[in-house]
T-cell receptor
Framework: GQQVMQIPQYQHVQEGEDFTTYCNSS?????IQWYKQRPGGHPVFLIQ?????EVKKQKRLTFQFGEAKKNSSLHITATQTTDVGTYFC????????????FGKGTHLIIQP | NAGVTQTPKFQVLKTGQSMTLQCAQD?????MSWYRQDPGMGLRLIHY???????DQGEVPNGYNVSRSTTEDFPLRLLSAAPSQTSVYFC?????????????FGPGTRLTVL
């Protein structure tokens, strides 16, 4: 079945440093979704990428979808303590109602 | 709108007990699903439904049953709880019959099986 690998599993940064998490799918994706989960909370949708090579920005967050639609990245510029949490990618294969596969997430830990 | 609601927030069970985790959404979403979240394992799909009366198995369905008698409700039943089912359970919904777009998650149920 489809697999979505996400790295790194943990990332420690100093406040103000940049952060990037990467997702790779074993199959070509129809779209990729990104979620953020605060400690003790539930996943919250951030964005969806659909087109090959697509780049979207939300303030300090930049999301990219690879040309082959098999990989994606989330980059945060100048991290703040409010960015703490786990970031998940979820790849939708288009294959059916069970076609959404989550990566295992990247835990972002920020040291003030 | 309340969005996706889940009850209870916390639950402790003994091995062999059964219980039902409740999930409801008030957004008239077609697609509903249950995930479990374990440390280092991410979110794994247990069961899903594309509409009232239609359910199917996800990646890790063993030990769980679901039903969808209405569009709004999608309860998850643990038939005979085992320690391996200790986890955080999230219910999610999305507008269309396939999870093509934004998933709305409930606040979760933290289950411990002793």
């Amino acid at each position: 079945g489809q697999q979505v690998m996400q790295i790194p599993q943990y990332q420690h940064v100093q406040e103000g440093e940049d952060f990037t998490t990467y997702c790779n799918s074993s199959t070509t994706l129809s779209n990729i979704q990104w979620y953020k989960q605060r400690p003790g909370g539930h996943p919250v949708f951030l964005i969806q990428l659909v087109k090959s090579g697509e780049v979207k920005k939300q303030k300090r967050l930049t999301f990219q979808f690879g040309e082959a639609k098999k990989n994606s990245s989330l980059h945060i510029t100048a991290t703040q303590t409010t960015d703490v949490g786990t970031y998940f990618c979820a790849g939708y294969s288009g294959g059916g109602a069970d076609g959404l596969t989550f990566g295992k997430g990247t835990h972002l830990i920020i040291q003030p | 709108n309340a969005g996706v609601t889940q009850t209870p927030k916390f639950q402790v069970l003994k091995t062999g007990q059964s219980m039902t985790l409740q999930c409801a959404q008030d957004m008239n979403h077609e697609y509903m699903s249950w995930y479990r979240q374990d440390p280092g394992m991410g979110l794994r799909l247990i069961h899903y439904s594309v509409g009232a009366g239609i359910t199917d198995q996800g990646e890790v369905p063993n030990g769980y049953n679901v039903s969808r008698s209405t569009t709004e409700d999608f309860p998850l039943r643990l038939l005979s709880a085992a320690p391996s089912q200790t986890s955080v359970y999230f219910c999610a919904s999305s507008r269309l019959a396939q999870p093509r777009h934004e998933q709305f998650f409930g606040p979760g149920t933290r289950l411990t099986v002793l």
